[in-house]
């Protein structure tokens, strides 16, 4: 079966400083990634999706970046966080496009 | 611009009662609607994928219907249980099958 992990759960850091999350998906291959953030009192929005290694899609202009080196393997950066980047981060993965979308547990990032 | 509205936002009932949560939608062309439960602090768990040519979709205590020309969908839980307590989000992927347009949810309680 299909398994997708993030890391860290939680994070705390300061204004300015960088960011990298990661998020790999087990049991499948070629899957569809996606990064999608869940700010306070607003719906969740998507970020970047990827299709294959290599190819990021953004879909907000924003302080963030994404990266996909493997095949299973997607990850969310930044250079210098924004208090505005505070969040619910989820990582999900699906076949196809169109296809059932299955999420991680998330990181939860606080910036101060 | 696709937007997804969820109503009521909060919802209390006593265990053993049926319930509707609604989700309405304002572009039609939608590839297909997806419904999530997610317990608080976590990440989503999919309940149902409603393909744009479908009118319903059950699974177990669940159903969901899909009305495409009036922008609509309804998921219906059967007797429901304390552990039914969570926020359920409606969701459409846009057309090109790339992206998930989130609603933000209906918090449901069920007391015993």
């Known amino acids: 079966s299909q398994t997708i992990h993030q890391w860290p759960a939680t994070l705390v850091q300061p204004v300015g400083s960088p960011l990298s999350l990661e998020c790999t998906v087990e049991?499948?291959?070629?899957?569809?990634l996606y990064w999608y953030r869940q700010a306070a009192g607003r719906g969740l929005q998507l970020l970047f999706y990827?299709?294959?290694?290599?190819?990021i899609s953004s879909e907000v202009p924003q302080n963030l970046s994404a990266s996909r080196p493997q095949d299973r393997q997607f990850i969310l950066s930044s250079k210098k966080l924004l208090l505005s980047d505070s969040g619910f981060y989820l990582c999900?993965?699906?076949?196809?496009?169109?296809?059932?979308?299955?999420f991680g547990p998330g990181t939860r990032l606080t910036v101060l | 611009k696709q937007e997804v509205t969820q109503i009521p936002a909060a919802l209390s009932v006593p265990e053993g009662e049926n319930l509707v949560l609604n989700c309405s939608f304002t572009d039609s062309a939608i590839y297909n609607l997806q419904w999530f439960r997610q317990d608080p602090g976590k990440g989503l768990t999919s309940l149902l994928l409603i393909q744009s040519s479908q009118r319903e979709q059950t699974s177990g205590r669940l159903n969901a219907s899909l009305d495409k020309s009036s922008g609509r969908s309804t998921l219906y839980i059967a007797a429901s249980q304390p552990g039914d307590s969570a926020t359920y989000l409606c969701?459409?992927?846009?057309?090109?099958?790339?992206?998930?347009?989130f609603g933000k949810g209906t918090t449901l309680s069920v007391s015993s």
């Open positions: 969701a459409v992927h846009n057309q090109a099958g790339t992206a998930l347009i």
């Open positions: 990827s299709v294959g290694i290599g190819q």
């Open positions: 999900a993965w699906s076949l196809g496009l169109g296809d059932t979308q299955y």
């Open positions: 049991g499948t291959s070629n899957p569809n």
